[in-house]
């Protein structure tokens, strides 16, 4: 993947990188998840991974995960941001879900364009993890403006997806306590992507990739509407 996101961005981020295991005490409950590291770069990002049963832990979605996670998702955004002394000092540790997690999703969908994606097992966990997106976008609306029950979304999800019922219950519950944060994902995504078609349309042959990934991420978390007026704005500045 190394050689391909020295292709696909220009800005990366100084803070060190590592892999851990979720450590025991509160791996059998934990998700996969991303803890940035210091705002002084002391301690690095870590990408922890549960594996509660070594014999069952199942490596299908690992490529999909580690780019939404880890590079050039969740590390590559954060930890720019945080090394960005233009930034006011408010902003610097500033998160809006649809833009972290819009960024960390798109950040899924480069897998072939990172290299990544070449053994099928790893290209159907990127599938699954898609359909997963898709079925808590309704979960998500079901619960909260719907009026279904935990039972009926659990079912709902049961019925749609390829994941174990201990791991659909842990989620639904997850989405009971937090309204939107599973909309937020795909909102952010679908916005990202429909820009990067926007400055490929307008722009055509002087359409370089590195610069508007440059223009995604360097002013760290925004809400949509402003990010979307500043894409147009560098896109018409580029086209006067």
């Known amino acids: 993947m190394r050689p391909q996101v020295e292709r696909l961005f220009r800005l990366r981020p100084k803070t060190a990188f590592e892999v851990r295991r979720t450590e025991a005490f509160r791996e059998a409950s934990s998700s996969a998840e991303y803890q940035p590291g210091s705002l002084d770069g002391t301690r690095p990002g870590i990408f922890y991974v549960p594996i509660p049963s ?110 174990p019922e201990s791991s659909i219950v842990s989620e639904i519950e997850r989405y009971m306590a937090w309204p939107g944060q599973a909309l937020s994902y795909k909102i952010g995504q679908l916005k990202i992507l429909e820009l990067r078609k926007l400055a490929e349309t307008r722009l055509g042959s002087r359409f370089e990739i590195k610069d508007f990934h440059d223009k995604i991420l360097e002013s760290g978390c925004l809400p949509l509407t402003i990010l979307e007026k500043k894409i147009r704005t560098w896109i018409d500045g580029l086209n006067q």
Request: net charge negative; hydrophobic share 35%.
């Open 54 to 163: 070594v014999r069952d832990y199942n490596i299908v979605s690992d490529e999909d995960l580690f780019l939404h996670e880890a590079i050039p998702g969740h590390h590559y955004q954060i930890s720019l941001q945080q090394e960005n002394t233009k930034l006011p000092a408010f902003r610097r540790p500033l998160w809006y879900s649809a833009y972290g997690e819009g960024w960390a999703l798109y950040c899924e969908s480069l897998g072939k364009e990172l290299g990544l994606y070449q053994d099928p097992y790893q290209y159907f966990g990127m599938l699954s993890a898609e359909m997963h997106r898709a079925i808590r976008l309704v979960v998500d609306v079901g619960l909260h403006q719907k009026g279904w029950t935990r039972e009926q979304a659990i079912q709902f999800s049961l019925d749609h997806e390829a994941e």
